[in-house]
């Protein structure tokens, strides 16, 4: 799993761990990686029979033998959320260009695909 000091998705693992009361018998056990790509290829090369990363890149390695074995449950962990932010300066239209295009249904119809969930929209600031 990645490393809960450094790695998102490894405070995530640490966080459900730690509700479900499973942390103390695997944390010793765990092997930290950089990051979940890293834990994802261990399992992928056969070098540990299994790895905590995100759903979305389990889909994407299913037609490379990765199998979803559990999912966490939702309310064990924060929610997991890719924030976007539009700066304003010379780059502010194309950001905004892009936030029209991630919000739209298309693009929403994609990450639906690859395992990500609809989040509740943020506010305009």
Not at 24 to 52: F, G, K
């Amino acid at each position: 799993m990645g490393d809960p000091a450094s790695v998102p998705a490894g405070a995530y693992a640490r966080e459900a761990l730690t509700a479900l009361d499973l942390w103390d018998s695997a944390a010793p056990r765990a092997i930290y990686t950089q990051n979940v790509h890293a834990a994802l290829n261990w399992v992928m090369r056969c070098e540990t029979e299994l790895a905590i990363v995100y759903e979305s890149d389990a889909i994407q390695m299913k037609n490379q033998g990765v199998i979803t074995a559990a999912l966490f449950p939702r309310e064990s962990h924060a929610p997991i959320l890719y924030p976007m932010a539009i700066i304003k300066g010379e780059s502010e239209v194309p950001a905004q260009r892009l936030w029209k295009y991630l919000s739209s249904e298309q693009a929403i119809a994609v990450f639906l695909n690859y395992g990500f969930t609809r989040a509740g929209r943020p506010q305009s600031r």
